[in-house]
């Protein structure tokens, strides 16, 4: 289901999913998704674990093949080894023994993938020092990789996925093992290097209160199904309602929203009153609205 | 096959098939495969310099099985676990070499400890091997639920006072333990197949720990009574026969984990085009 | 001067031909493993380098009974071996070191029959127990030029996959995006590892093999930050482990208490070792400052 009205793909399209089902291990873990990102925007795939996301990160790379539904990047179909998608995992290998620095992940953006020895060239390492520059590194460009502290490991992988100058930036859950401050710092960084050079860039978190401010738009997931659509269409009781099939209330509290379960078709719970543990949340209220209520 | 000399064998690999059967469901667990490849080697060179010093060669295994896997221990506190165990591994086998290099008389009797003797298992080492056997079986149920918390989920065990590393150095004493009472009729260099085939298949039949651990005490039994049976009919090593059902143990555990899944599944067509990533873990 | 000189290099060294050919392919050999074994280190291979080492082994005493060269022998069965491993074994580490013990232990227990036919149809001792714990620093020079080739092809294999198989070092979907075909660079690299082990285990012996494949890389990745320096650190501590081993063995011919020498695998395991622990030693002293 979807508020965007349905459409051909259009030419500055940077990424269209259409119809996309999933099946694993007998279980259906995406059901019909579809929705399309333009160059510049800003996308929030929102949804708590086992909603899908990943999954659909995951289709959208080429590491999961759909049972039915397309996936095209700038028009062309989805492609593996495409120089048109940088990708952000949420995880890599830790060890600290490793001997690659930041800036030598960082180069591997540009060619990982090709074979032989890289000959030192000038162009290569001014490019590599100028995506560190970009990513507020350099103070810790020739540490090992694996002795970086978690904000700083993400923004060398986002330089890793920016160098190759990609049209679509994909980050899975970067905010998820993140204090408060580097959340903001990442979630600043992505969006402004994303507005100059006409990225798209779709960011998957459990939580869509820290990407409010930056959002052009949202991809609100649960349980394989998702709605896109601006802030305002889709987080709304009906649209959510429908989406995870059964009562679902959402609360502005100042600037944020909370999304709450109802109580099956009973009447509506006067706002700020807490009914069930949030939906997509688990049991806690998210850090920064307990200082709120 | 049954006569009076062989009772001893057949006594031995039996509480050898025990011990390997319940501290191999451990070593599974733990992912110790290497561990458990590198501290029989290590006790061999053991087993060289007693018999330069004229010490019993069983005091020999024990000793430097010891030394070996605490060497594991400490050394992987520092550095890359395989690493560690890679390299206490070598300086053992030089250190063997080094014995080996001293005695000419020694030779024949390399082989029978590398890779497994019937006939030479004496009545006085029965004792000695009971009482090993006894006290490593024993160690594994004191420990057992330690042992379990720290290979499942070590910072759970941590949370609780449970210090992984303490845990991982008393486990290792009782892998050295267990492995140099069995070596005598396996072998050295087999010993190791018995500590993991077995409970290996064990696994991929069963989920719970008691019952995998009973299964792989029981399939353990079997593949060394096998082996001791056929080595006796055909003459070939016992310890190739130890080192190919092993593998074979494995291969029907594999085997069977894979045709239930596939049971399981319905649709194929959504198969992952890659290999999992780390993050779905 | 010279007196010291003489004390370290025992008279007759350079002139002896066995040293000349032990330095030649000893050192073709830890350069080799160095520069694969940084690899082999990184994915936590060391168990399989050392199980493909004993494997080669088996194929060099099973190659008396088929009548090919024991060279082809060796680096044939390591091949195979890796093949297996690659087939059967999982992607998560732990599953990946159950099979290689499980391949480990067919593999040996195949050697095991080997011998045991060797000495009862054949004529031929137990020389290749001594393969297993030795040292065989008694190849003819004529392999050099096999080993020398073979040895390329291993470091090929490895400088042609160096960036990818970085990438997929550190994260396996962000190589596989990158269009790496991850399964395929990973088999090649063990493929390079086979080699290498193998073609060490036949000239020096089986323990040296595994020695040289993990030690060195291991010291190497404490000394520096940049990956190609690792293995260039990594060939050049083994190829000193190496040498200095072949020095003390020969001068150690009148050291009792046999007084014919003492195995050169023990020196060089030594060595070996020592290097390993000096490069913790900052580690250490930084840890217990704090």
């Known amino acids: 289901m979807t508020t965007d009205r349905d459409h051909a793909v259009e030419p500055d399209e940077t990424l269209a999913v259409d119809g996309v089902c999933v099946r694993l291990a007998g279980r259906e873990v995406l059901h019909d998704v579809r929705f399309a990102i333009r160059a510049g925007e800003f996308v929030g795939l929102i949804g708590s674990n086992g909603a899908g996301k990943t999954t659909l990160l995951r289709v959208i790379l080429g590491l999961q093949a759909p049972a039915t539904g397309t996936v095209r990047i700038a028009g062309r179909p989805r492609a593996r080894g495409s120089q048109l998608i940088g990708y952000v995992p949420q995880r890599i290998l830790l060890d600290p023994d490793m001997p690659l620095r930041a800036r030598d992940l960082v180069g591997l953006g540009l060619d990982g993938h090709r074979f032989g020895i890289p000959l030192p060239s000038r162009k290569r390492r001014q490019l590599v020092d100028q995506m560190l520059d970009a990513v507020d590194a350099v103070r810790f460009g020739d540490e090992r990789v694996g002795n970086l502290s978690g904000g700083e490991q993400q923004r060398v992988l986002v330089a890793h996925a920016l160098i190759s100058r990609p049209r679509l930036l994909l980050l899975d859950e970067p905010l998820a093992n993140l204090d408060i401050r580097s959340e903001q710092e990442v979630i600043a960084l992505v969006a402004r290097i994303a507005k100059e050079q006409r990225i798209a860039v779709l960011i998957s978190a459990h939580e869509m209160n820290p990407l409010l401010p930056v959002m052009d738009r949202i991809v609100y997931m649960a349980a394989g199904r998702a709605a896109s659509g601006t802030t305002s269409e889709v987080v709304q009781p009906a649209v959510l309602s429908e989406l995870y099939g059964q009562h679902v209330d959402v609360i502005h509290i100042h600037d944020r929203i909370l999304v709450v379960a109802g109580q099956g078709n009973g009447p509506d719970p006067t706002p700020g009153e807490h009914q069930d543990a949030p939906v997509g949340h688990r049991d806690r209220v998210p850090a920064h609205l307990a200082d709120h209520t | ?281 | 001067m010279s007196h010291v000189l003489s004390l370290i290099f025992a008279p007759g060294f350079f002139g002896s031909g066995p040293v000349q050919v032990a330095l030649v392919t000893g050192g073709i050999v830890a350069i080799v493993s160095g520069i694969v074994g940084t690899f082999a280190v990184l994915r936590g291979q060391s168990y399989a380098g050392h199980a493909l080492a004993d494997i080669s082994v088996t194929g060099g005493s099973g190659s008396f009974l088929v009548g090919i060269s024991p060279l082809w022998g060796f680096v044939g069965i390591s091949v195979l071996a890796a093949a297996v491993m690659d087939m059967i074994g999982v992607q998560r580490p732990r599953g990946r070191d159950l099979a290689t013990g499980i391949v480990r232990g067919a593999g040996l227990g195949l050697a095991a029959l080997f011998l045991y036919w060797d000495a009862t149809y054949t004529s031929t001792t137990g020389a290749t127990i001594t393969i297993l714990f030795g040292s065989m620093f008694t190849i003819s020079s004529s392999v050099i030029p096999v080993v020398v080739l073979l040895s390329l092809a291993a470091i090929g294999i490895v400088a042609t996959l160096y960036r990818p198989l970085l990438l997929s070092s550190v994260s396996a979907d962000l190589a596989y995006v990158r269009g790496v075909s991850v399964r395929l660079a990973g088999a090649l690299c063990l493929t390079a590892v086979a080699l290498a082990v193998a073609l060490s285990a036949l000239t020096i012996g089986a323990i040296l093999s595994t020695a040289l494949l993990v030690g060195p890389a291991a010291t190497a990745l404490r000394l520096t930050n940049k990956p190609g320096l690792v293995m260039i650190w990594a060939a050049i501590i083994g190829l000193a482990a190496t040498w200095l081993g072949v020095l003390l063995a020969f001068d150690s011919f009148y050291w009792p208490p046999a007084r014919q020498g003492w195995p050169v695998s023990f020196f060089v395991v030594a060595l070996v070792f020592a290097f390993y622990l000096l490069a913790q030693l900052p580690a250490l002293i930084r840890a217990r400052r704090a």
């Open chain 2, 1 to 281: 096959m049954f006569s009076g000399y062989l009772l001893n064998t057949w006594t031995v690999a039996t509480i050898a098939a025990v011990v390997a059967g319940v501290v191999g469901f451990f070593i599974v667990l733990r992912g110790s495969a290497f561990v458990a490849d590198a501290v029989p080697q290590g006790a061999f060179a053991g087993a060289a310099g007693a018999s330069l010093l004229g010490i019993n060669t069983l005091i020999g295994l024990g000793v430097f099985a010891l030394i070996g896997a605490l060497g594991i221990g400490w050394l992987g506190r520092r550095g890359r676990h395989d690493v560690a165990t890679a390299l206490a591994l070598v300086v053992m086998l030089g250190l063997g070499a080094l014995f080996l290099s001293f005695s000419v008389e020694y030779a024949p009797e390399i082989y029978s400890l590398l890779f497994g003797e019937l006939f030479g298992v004496g009545t006085a080492e029965v004792a000695p091997v009971a009482v090993l056997g006894a006290v490593s079986v024993a160690a594994i149920i004191v420990m057992y639920r330690p042992l379990m918390l720290t290979s499942v989920m070590p910072e759970l065990g941590e949370a609780r006072g449970v210090s992984s590393y303490r845990i991982e150095m008393c486990f290792l004493v009782v892998v050295a333990l267990a492995t140099s009472m069995t070596l005598p009729v396996v072998g050295a260099l087999l010993i190791f197949s018995l500590m993991i085939g077995p409970p290996a298949a064990a696994r991929s039949v069963t989920n719970r720990p008691y019952l995998a651990m009973c299964l792989s005490v029981i399939i353990a039994l079997v593949t060394v009574w096998a082996a001791i049976a056929l080595s006796l009919m055909t003459n070939w090593p016992v310890g190739f026969f130890v080192g190919t059902f092993g593998a074979c143990c494995y291969a029907a555990g594999r085997g069977w984990a894979a045709w239930r899944r596939r049971r399981a599944v319905r649709d194929d067509m959504d198969r992952p085009l890659a290999p999992q990533p780390v993050s779905q873990n």
